[in-house]
């Protein structure tokens, strides 16, 4: 009884002196805090005063959990974009630093996630899983860590991967009037990319609730939501939120990247992104120009979009394709925010209301569409029928401005009108139906072989979709090398177009060949009175 007494009193002792020792070798060290005040409460801003140390973009925390972005430094007082609900701001309430930027959670935890640019779950399925965080600002990668781009972006679209190409780390402006199909084509892009290693980022800025739903209503239907990532500032959401949506939507693109990923990021839309910004720069008492937007609107959309490159083998050879959307007033391209984009972006895919509103779906304007960047991505196969299509399709686009007034027409412009008919016809394509490889080349050959000439214009969809299911009996030898930079061979495009003659010999025309009435050969002889 008396050991375990000893030995208890021992532990005691022990515990007691490591105590004694901690509390002396114990320093106090004081960290400073900075406590703002607020002084004034605007739309979506507001002002605080008495933070000296304050940092540009630092992440400010206001009471009920409400965060905001050190805008203006100015030397009295601190313009701050909240992101979130100011209704419970008032002044005098406290404001304190963090210490750090803005970040998001970035990872393999966000793919299927629906997310708000704070990373909060939006999609009710608990809380996003993450062990890292970005911050949402970040420097674009140099050019001598960049690589050519060289691998093509299919879209499942017949009318931009032939005639506008895209490849992976380009960026290609969407624009068009409203309701013209543009987040459609972005949609199908995101589609299209189902099972070729490619992650995607959609990123809806400002849109409806509604329309957001839809779109993720579509995805998840078609599982593409199993490599997607969406992130949501929905037009109800504060200015802030829908500012700094595209640049955390890019961070988490970035990380895929770096990861030696390929990634697609399609920003719907920067319309409402330059009016967001607009609105918090003149709230802020920031001087407007052209249409009332600050001179560094152009900054902003730079270096958001001089993130999207195709990086070096060295360096993981991941690559960012960009695909943001502008709209249009008017079909006026010229304005100030398209101009913008024009000039940074690497080309344009333009919609035409009137092309939408014939029933051209997608409305792809060829003559105003352009790819800097792609046609050096394009496959060899592509390349050989692509040209003389486009060629071809800007000819009939001619022609047929003059043949609406009713001129008399000779045999060969009769034979490309028809000609172009065809194409166009081909070029259509209904939503949420991306198009494989294989069939549209079978397509593009027949269109230069001319082999859709004779079919009736009305049956022009039963004969393209039976030439798309003909693809199926194209060689496996000849379908690898459309996935190659092989050019095809005159083998090739014989098996080619002799899978499309067949497929479409019943759509042909019955010849009702009707004898002619036989002619008198000889005078019959004049009968003597």
């Not at 779950?121 to 996003?128: I, M, S, T, Y």
């Amino acid at each position: 009884m008396n050991t375990a007494s000893e030995n208890l009193q021992s532990v005691f002792d022990r515990t007691f002196a490591g105590i004694s020792h901690a509390r002396e070798t114990f320093t106090p060290q004081l960290t400073p805090c900075e406590v703002g005040t607020i002084t004034n409460v605007s739309t979506g801003i507001v002002r605080v005063s008495g933070l000296p140390g304050v940092g540009f973009e630092e992440l400010l925390e206001f009471p009920g959990g409400v965060f905001g972005i050190a805008f203006n430094i100015d030397e009295d007082e601190i313009g701050v974009v909240l992101l979130g609900e100011y209704q419970d701001l008032h002044a005098g309430n406290e404001v304190q630093r963090t210490g750090r930027v803005m970040d998001v959670a970035v990872g393999d935890g966000l793919l299927g996630r629906v997310i708000d640019p704070l990373g909060r779950p939006l999609d009710g399925n608990g809380a996003v899983i993450s062990s890292k965080r970005l911050p949402i600002e970040r420097h674009a990668a140099p050019i001598m860590d960049r690589a050519p781009v060289t691998v093509p972006l299919q879209t499942g679209l017949i009318a931009i991967d032939a005639l506008i190409p895209i490849g992976r780390g380009q960026r290609e402006l969407i624009l068009g009037d409203r309701q013209t199909g543009k987040t459609a084509i972005a949609i199908d892009t995101i589609l299209n990319q189902r099972g070729k290693n490619v992650l995607c980022v959609y990123c809806a800025i400002g849109r409806r609730a509604s329309a957001v739903a839809k779109v993720v209503a579509n995805l998840r239907e078609n599982g593409a939501m199993d490599y997607t990532v969406v992130v949501v500032a929905e037009g109800n959401d504060p200015p802030g939120l829908a500012y700094i949506a595209p640049y955390a939507a890019t961070s988490i693109a970035e990380h895929f990247m770096e990861a030696g990923r390929d990634v697609l990021i399609v920003y719907d839309d920067l319309t409402q992104h330059a009016q967001a910004y607009r609105e918090l720069s003149l709230l802020l008492r920031r001087p407007p120009g052209r249409e009332a937007f600050p001179g560094d609107i152009f900054y902003i959309h730079s270096r958001l979009l001089e993130r999207a490159t195709h990086l070096r083998t060295e360096l993981g050879n991941g690559s960012l394709t960009a695909l943001p959307i502008i709209e249009t007033e008017a079909q006026n391209i010229s304005a100030y925010i398209p101009t913008n984009l024009i000039s940074i972006t690497d080309g344009q895919i333009y919609l035409s209301p009137s092309l939408f509103e014939l029933g051209v779906l997608p409305a792809v304007d060829v003559g105003k569409s352009v790819s800097r960047v792609g046609g050096e991505a394009q496959r060899a196969a592509y390349r050989a029928v692509a040209g003389d299509l486009k060629l071809a399709y800007a000819q009939f686009e001619e022609l047929e401005t003059f043949a609406r007034f009713g001129a008399r027409l000779d045999e060969d412009t009769r034979k490309i009108i028809e000609h172009g008919r065809r194409i166009r016809a081909c070029l259509k394509q209904p939503e949420l139906a991306p198009v494989s490889v294989p069939e549209q080349i079978t397509i593009l050959l027949a269109l230069t072989a001319n082999l859709f000439d004779s079919v009736p214009i009305d049956q022009m969809t039963d004969a393209e979709r039976a030439v798309r299911e003909a693809a199926a009996n194209i060689p496996a030898e000849i379908c690898a090398r459309f996935e190659t930079t092989d050019k095809l061979s005159d083998e090739d495009r014989k098996a080619i177009i002799d899978i499309a003659r067949l497929a479409l010999a019943r759509f042909q025309p019955k010849s009702d060949v009707k004898p002619k009435p036989e002619t008198m050969s000889k005078a019959e002889p004049k009968k003597k009175s």
